[in-house]
């Protein structure tokens, strides 16, 4: 395991990496024809400092690797990887999505067009959060996965650890 500093390092990237290229992604899926700077800005920013403040404040990145540890994958694989990534990424959404939510949507009560009997039907916050991370969590997982070895990268270069290594590979103690 990694110290603390090096994962509030990481945090401090991997929300930079997530927020700039989820902002992108989740604008562009939604049907927008074009992204408006300010209002990308705003939505980055809202982004950006929310996952770090969860990720500096909760220690999602370590909880996520445990995960990975408890189902026996090694520090240095991929299945290590896409494990802690896929518990990380939705432990952040369950902290981000909802802000965002809000954010997007406003907390109270919104009209929307029912798919199924074509009336309007009042959709509370909670409703709406569940439909975003229902339709966003496969791409908030493949945005982690990638933005994962940047982020780790750069925090192992800022505190100069090493990744860990696998159980085999480490030397034997006397």
């Known amino acids: 395991m990694h110290s603390k500093k090096y994962y509030i390092i990481y945090g401090l990237f991997f929300s930079l990496f997530v927020a700039a ?17 300010v209002f990308y800005l705003m939505t980055f920013g809202v982004a950006f400092v929310t ?25 240095v694989g991929v299945a290590f990887r896409l494990i802690q990534n896929v518990f990380f990424s ?5 902290f981000l999505g909802i802000v965002m939510t809000a954010f997007m949507t406003g907390v109270g009560e919104t009209q929307a067009l029912s798919a199924m009997t074509g009336e309007l039907m009042a959709i509370n916050l909670f409703d709406r959060f569940v439909g975003l991370c229902l339709q966003f969590w496969p791409t908030i997982v493949i945005v982690a996965f990638l933005c994962d070895p940047a982020a780790g ?19 034997a103690r006397a």
């Open 21 to 37: 290229v989820l902002c992108l992604c989740l604008t562009l899926m939604q049907g927008m024809p074009h992204i408006d700077p």
């Open 51 to 75: 996952s770090f403040v969860v990720t500096a404040v909760v220690p999602l990145a370590r909880v996520a690797a445990a995960c990975a540890v408890y189902y026996d994958a090694k520090p």
């Open 90 to 94: 939705t432990l952040i959404m369950l």
């Open 153 to 171: 990268g750069l925090a192992a270069k800022i505190t100069g650890e090493r990744a860990a290594e696998a159980p085999e590979a480490a030397p």
